[in-house]
């Protein structure tokens, strides 16, 4: 496979529901990010890491933990979501964070939270 | 802070027709600015970018100049065709202590018709 895969890519759970997105890149970079697109508003980056680090955090709540074990894969765990969550989650790569580094982006997770 | 503004959507146009999306943006330092695409049911995808000021972007028919002057990075296409249809989102990129973070806009939903 290439670019960027998201797994699942439709995901429905109840409010005590644990769950876990996942995120693989095979482009051999070292930063990657969490957006939030929800109907209506502008993306939201959740979430980067460079090097396994993570570098910022948009102040999210902490019911999104996300993981990044390599700078291959990253993970976005839920748990005790809201109806509010609910949107499509795109995750994201680049070479590095530099403010003309292009990010290329997976196909994102539909989630619904009932 | 920063900032993306995108004219409001949906704009409908016949095959051939002239494509105009405003985008105009507010920021501090010398971003670096994209146009990203959105197909149904798909992540985003870059379209082009510009890294500073009078560089013009370009693929596949669009096109965008980085205006300082004006803070603007209105995308064109001559004539559109029906495969254009998606949904397209302008951003800024800056450096912050952070590292550096993606700025959108709300997108502009883009229907072309036969």
């Known amino acids: 496979e290439t670019g960027v895969t998201q797994t699942p890519r439709h995901l429905v759970m109840g409010m005590t529901n644990k769950k876990s997105l996942k995120c693989e890149q095979h482009?051999?970079?070292?930063?990657m990010y969490w957006y939030k697109q929800s109907a209506k508003k502008p993306l939201e980056l959740m979430f980067v890491?460079?090097?396994?680090?993570?570098?910022e955090n948009n102040s999210v709540p902490s019911r999104f933990s996300p993981e990044c074990p390599n700078s291959s894969h990253l993970f976005l765990h839920l748990h005790t979501l809201q109806p509010e969550d609910s949107a499509l989650y795109l995750c994201a790569s680049s070479q590095d964070i530099g403010p003309t580094d292009t990010q290329y982006f997976g196909p994102g997770t539909r989630l619904t939270v009932l | 802070g920063n900032s993306v503004t995108q004219m409001e959507g949906p704009v409908t146009l016949s095959e051939e027709a002239f494509l105009t999306i405003n985008c105009t943006y507010t920021?501090?330092?010398?971003?670096?600015l994209f146009w990203y695409v959105q197909y149904p049911g798909e992540g985003l995808q870059l379209l082009l970018k510009?890294?500073?000021?009078?560089d013009k972007g370009s693929n596949k028919g669009f096109e965008a100049t980085y205006r300082k002057e004006t803070t603007s990075f209105h995308l064109e296409k001559g004539s559109v065709q029906v495969s254009d249809s998606a949904v397209y989102f302008c951003?800024?990129?800056?450096?912050?202590?952070?590292?550096?973070?993606?700025?959108f806009g709300k997108g502009t939903t883009l229907s072309v018709s036969s």
């Open positions: 510009a890294t500073k000021a009078d």
């Open positions: 890491y460079s090097l396994e680090e993570r570098v």
């Open positions: 951003a800024l990129s800056e450096a912050n202590q952070a590292g550096t973070a993606l700025i």
């Open positions: 482009l051999g970079h070292n930063a």
């Open positions: 920021a501090t330092g010398y971003p670096s």
